[in-house]
């Protein structure tokens, strides 16, 4: 029987967030004769660590804060006792450690496989740190992307095209899927029958633009008794806006109207019982909290960032908005509470648009393909 092909991720951990859950979905999903897979901590375990397999192992190094050489030791005492077949690293930290580990190993003849899981922003586009970039990228066999606006808006900045391929996030539709009665599931998670729930699902960053949403839900509350129903929902912890948002809600005129839930191990229920995602994201890869809420027969008004704009057909499975302002977003958002076909309408393209094209088992295959060609 042929020996299963030994992947190796590098992450910082696997804390709650969008890339985490792709790397705990990845391997879950791959097929445990073919792959046997570890995931590199450089930091913490993380909480996501208790979603995976079993067989999946887990390897923190409790790397000290800045540039610690330490954690490049270890790394590479570990890659050269091992000798994993692929290296997949995600984002530039883990990239950069990954390269100076396996130089230090010896073991040169490891590929990288390289992922990128957002646009570049902020100190992304500083010049050092696109020279890293660049540079790492020539250590690296491969570069992969979770969606082909990404995979353009890397070209655009100089990245080589011929090195860079597109793997688009999937999702667990047999897992993610929408309410047997969308009230049942309302009450289920503390709000009332006939509430209009909005959600926004992501840690604290700016580029969530949490504070976007919370003076747009005030305008639309202010508006009248047509929205006084509507509810907003936050889920997601951590980040470094967060202090910021939480005080925003506690002096929130509408305060009592907004559930912060934090992070949820079973972020399902929660879905369920909203009507719609509010997505005013300045960026993104490809949202994994865009594609569950779909799964889940819950459209998203969304900011035309890179991924939504691939998976969003405007007014057919959601909505794509320029949603610079807390007017706009408001403005968009009573729209769709008024009319309740057009949101029946994009509930049921969201859910057919997840189960159609973006399935967990299409990105499993598509990094199992990879896996192989680079492991030759």
């Known amino acids: 029987m042929k020996e299963p092909i030994k992947i190796a991720h590098i992450v910082f951990s696997l804390e709650p967030g969008g890339m985490e859950n792709g790397v705990v979905n990845l391997s879950n ?24 397999r ?30 994993p077949d692929v290296l997949h690293t995600h984002n530039l930290g883990p990239l950069i450690y990954g390269i100076l580990g396996r130089a230090i190993s010896g073991r040169w003849s490891i590929p990288i496989l390289h992922g990128e899981h957002g646009a570049l922003q902020g100190d992304d586009l500083v ?39 597109a793997v688009m996030n999937g999702v667990d539709c047999s897992r993610f899927c929408p309410a047997e009665e969308k009230d049942r599931a309302k009450v289920g998670i503390g709000f009332e029958p006939g509430d209009f729930v909005i959600g926004l699902v992501g840690r604290f960053i700016p580029s969530k633009r949490h504070e976007l949403l919370l003076d747009a ?20 912890d951590e980040g470094p806006a967060k202090q910021a948002v939480l005080d925003n809600i506690s002096s929130h005129s509408w305060a ?15 879905y369920q019982a909203m ?53 706009a ?26 189960e159609s094209r973006f ?10 393909a990879l896996y192989e060609r680079l492991s030759r």
């Open 256 to 270: 009592k109207d907004i559930r912060w839930v934090g992070h949820q191990g079973d972020p399902l229920p929660f």
């Open 127 to 165: 010049p050092k740190r696109l020279r890293q970039r660049r540079l790492g990228y020539r250590f690296a066999r491969a570069v992969h992307t979770v969606s082909e606006s990404l995979r353009q808006h890397l070209i655009e900045y100089g990245f080589p095209a011929e090195k860079i391929t």
């Open 217 to 236: 839900f005030r305008i639309l509350k202010d508006s009248g008794e047509a929205y006084r129903s509507c509810r907003l929902l936050l889920m997601g």
């Open 275 to 327: 009507d719609l995602q509010a997505m005013p994201s300045a960026s993104e890869g490809l949202s994994n909290a865009l594609l569950e809420g779909m799964a889940c027969g819950v459209p998203a008004v969304a900011h035309p960032a890179c991924g939504a704009s691939e998976v969003i057909e405007d007014e057919m499975n959601g909505w794509l908005r320029s949603v610079e302002t807390p007017e």
């Open 359 to 368: 399935s967990l088992v299409s990105m499993v295959d598509g990094y199992a």
């Open 54 to 83: 079993p067989e999946v192992r887990v390897v923190p190094f409790g790397r000290k804060m800045g540039f610690d050489r330490g954690t490049v030791m270890k790394l590479a005492n570990w890659l050269r006792k091992e000798r």
């Open 29 to 52: 999903g791959l097929d445990r004769q073919r792959f046997e897979t570890t995931i590199l901590c450089l930091e913490i375990e993380g909480a996501f660590a208790s979603r995976l």
């Open 329 to 354: 977003l408001s403005d968009c958002l009573a729209g769709i509470i008024r009319d309740g076909t057009a949101l029946q309408n994009a509930s049921d393209g969201a859910r057919s648009t997840a």
